[in-house]
């Protein structure tokens, strides 16, 4: 076998495990069109399609699997060879992508990222403001933030920051006119500054007591799509808004605004940092894991 196949397999191996040429190329350090041509060489040499392509999606043809079955065992023995040699140098390298809800922006990543990007100058993170669920292989991505009660099954997950809880604030101009609300039924008496997600749906206010949960949708007075918003409306005692407290603490100690039924805003699984199954992580993912997670 030419010798020039080798590294083309490798190339192969990392495009059927992310199910992406682009995920591939930034795990590779090479250019998308690099890792397709790559792959178009070696389907080429051996006369057999290894990768089905469509616009959507990206996965091995029943050959690429069995392939693919027989070289993985080799490069483990060859990852494991390295390391014990002591030839590894994990440098923590290259662009680094992350999506994660604004929220998540101002709570998680940017309170650290002076401190990560000084200790890892090799590595040029992106972050992605994104308050719906990313994709990680279709759009790309390297890990995303999400809450807990988000995870899903296939990803591998790791704490973020410690529990989270909402709360329901208000005005204190406002409280004054329209009075404070006891209970998740008083709503319905009051004006609600909504929060809309990116698909449309507007947010339904989850409130939970003594192993009583509730689910309110109040009148609305606003609709936003933002943290920032929702605080600022609720200060100009527009309507009550629920964000995630850490939000709301500077307003809130500074008096802007007042928190209502604390007792039915119970803790619930904070951020996570969540990234694909892999069977060796890059430097940087791996830099970027050990650098935010929550202890």
Known sequence: MDRADFPRLAVLSSVARLRSFRAAARELGLSPSAVSHSVAKLEERLGVRLVARTTRAVSTTPEGERLL???EPAFLEIDQAITETGLAAPVALGPLRIAAPMSAVHLVLMPQMAGFV???PGVVPEIVGDDGL???VAE???????????LDADMIAVPASAPLTLAAVASPAYLARHGTPASPEDLSRHRAVHRRFPDG???????SRAGRAVTVLPPAALVVNGDEM????????IGIAMVLAPRAAPRLEEGRLVRVMEDWCPPFPGFHLA?????????????FVDHFRFR
């Open 69 to 71: 079955a027989r070289i």
């Open 118 to 120: 000084a200790a890892h």
């Open 134 to 136: 990313s994709d990680l």
């Open 140 to 150: 790309g991505l390297d890990v995303t933030v999400r809450l807990g009660e988000s």
């Open 201 to 207: 749906g507007l947010y339904r206010w989850e409130f």
């Open 230 to 237: 929702a605080l600022a409306a609720a200060e100009d005692g």
């Open 275 to 287: 990234y694909p199954t892999r069977r060796q992580m890059r430097p940087a993912l791996r830099a």
